[in-house]
Nanobody, 115 residues
Framework: QVQLVESGGGLAQPGGSLRLSCAAS????????MSWYRQAPGKQREWAAS???????SYADSAKDRFTISRDNAKNTVYLQMNSLKPEDTAVYYC?????????WGQGTQVTVSS
């Protein structure tokens, strides 16, 4: 089990950037696949990006070419760099850690994109 705490959310202008951070507890952070999900009010939670323990990344179509997921195992932290933000990116963003049989979620951080 790992405990996750997201930070870095806030208000951004359309076309602007934000970097989200997810700090994880535990000494085995490096073996987990880490992901970012997001959920807008009234909508289903959707997957945005993942990074494996080996550093392989994948993205949802809505995030590809605008978002970058990365991890720093020495700091037990995963990041989501979000560029070229759009109003439709407004959502609560959640960090996820997974390795069978365990799955953990953070509390979420609000991202609002508005002019």
């Amino acid at each position: 089990q790992v405990q996750l705490v997201e930070s870095g959310g806030g208000l951004a202008q359309p076309g602007g950037s934000l970097r989200l951070s997810c700090a994880a507890s535990g000494s085995i952070f490096r073996i987990y696949t880490m992901s970012w999900y997001r959920q807008a009010p009234g909508k289903q939670r959707e997957w945005a990006a993942s990074i494996t323990s080996g550093g392989s990344t994948s993205y949802a179509d809505s995030a590809k070419d605008r978002f970058t997921i990365s991890r720093d195992n020495a700091k037990n932290t995963v990041y989501l760099q979000m560029n070229s933000l759009k109003p439709e990116d407004t959502a609560v963003y959640y960090c996820n850690a997974a390795r069978v049989p365990y799955v953990s979620w953070g509390q979420g951080t609000q991202v609002t994109v508005s002019s």
